[in-house]
């Protein structure tokens, strides 16, 4: 089986929001001449509110496509490690090796600058790498314009390349956020967008019990587990342990797709 048919993503067609957007207009002229000014008025402020959902849900594919599940996996689960490299990573690629276990890192541009040591170690460990921007600003990202993500994206993308002698093809969107500008900047350099199936809730301040309680129930064949690092000290690294132990317990083995 290629690759392609194992991480075969549907994807919805280019034009989907942009006629999406032509219907809501006409929904809204529709409610005005029907119903009135008021209904009218009402149905032009909710209806764009419908086309700014999809940017804060981050496994939906109606303005980019997404992968949110590893198709033909089989007993297989994908560990999926953003926000590094970072003081943590080499304890993760230790705990990694120890369960001879493997997984993806969404590595920061800037970040892997500083520290391309760590990005060579991930890659000779048999890991891969993927785009998670070149600054991470989440609070905006959602809000960038064409320019500033072809930037952020393809500024991560020749750092990583630079560093590693090859370019990512895994694209994780910061905060999960996915604008209408981001898929053209993804199709320009052949990256494919990742989501999650599971998720602790890690980056928040949270306990590793409580981050554990929430993922194990969702570790299942095909599975996409959100994990951080860089966060409090050891965390991450207790975190992935705990996850590791789980997954054994059900048989699942953490590898990496290609
Ligand atoms: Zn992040």
């Known amino acids: 089986m290629s690759m392609d048919e194992t991480?075969?993503?549907?994807?919805?067609?280019?034009?989907?929001?942009?006629?999406?957007?032509?219907?809501?207009?006409?929904?809204?002229a529709l409610v005005w001449w029907q119903l009135g000014t008021g209904w009218g008025l009402a149905a032009l402020l909710l209806v764009p509110g419908l086309f700014v959902l999809p940017v804060f849900l981050p496994n939906s594919g109606f303005y980019a496509p997404v992968l949110s599940r590893w198709a033909g996996a089989g007993q297989r689960i994908w560990l999926t490690i953003d926000d590094g490299p970072s003081a943590d990573?080499?304890?993760?690629l230790a705990l990694l090796g120890r369960?001879?276990?493997?997984?993806?890192?969404?590595?920061?541009?800037?970040?892997?600058?500083?520290?391309?040591?760590?990005?060579?170690?991930?890659?000779?460990?048999?890991?891969?790498?993927?785009?998670?921007s070149h600054s991470h600003p989440q609070a905006w990202w959602w809000a960038l314009g064409p320019a500033a993500l072809s930037s952020q994206i393809g500024q991560c993308q020749q750092q990583l390349a630079a560093i590693t002698g090859s370019a990512p093809r895994w694209y994780r969107s910061v905060v999960g956020h996915t604008?209408?500008?981001?898929?053209?900047?993804?199709?320009?350099?052949?990256?494919?967008?990742?989501g999650w199936s599971a998720r602790g809730y890690d980056g928040v301040a949270a306990e590793v019990p409580t981050v554990l309680a929430r993922i194990t129930p969702q570790l299942a064949p095909g599975a996409i587990v959100l994990l951080h690092e860089g966060g409090r000290?050891?965390?991450a690294e207790a975190v992935l342990d705990g996850v590791l132990q789980a997954a054994a317990q059900r048989g699942l083995r953490a590898d990496i797709p290609g």
């Open 7 to 28: 991480l075969y993503c549907p994807a919805a067609p280019r034009w989907l929001p942009w006629a999406a957007l032509l219907l809501a207009a006409a929904v809204v």
């Open 89 to 92: 990573t080499p304890a993760l």
């Open 99 to 132: 369960h001879q276990a493997r997984a993806t890192f969404f590595l920061v541009g800037e970040r892997a600058a500083a520290r391309p040591e760590l990005v060579r170690a991930i890659v000779a460990a048999g890991h891969s790498i993927g785009n998670h």
């Open 179 to 194: 604008n209408p500008f981001v898929a053209a900047v993804l199709r320009r350099h052949g990256l494919r967008r990742v």
């Open 233 to 235: 000290p050891g965390q």
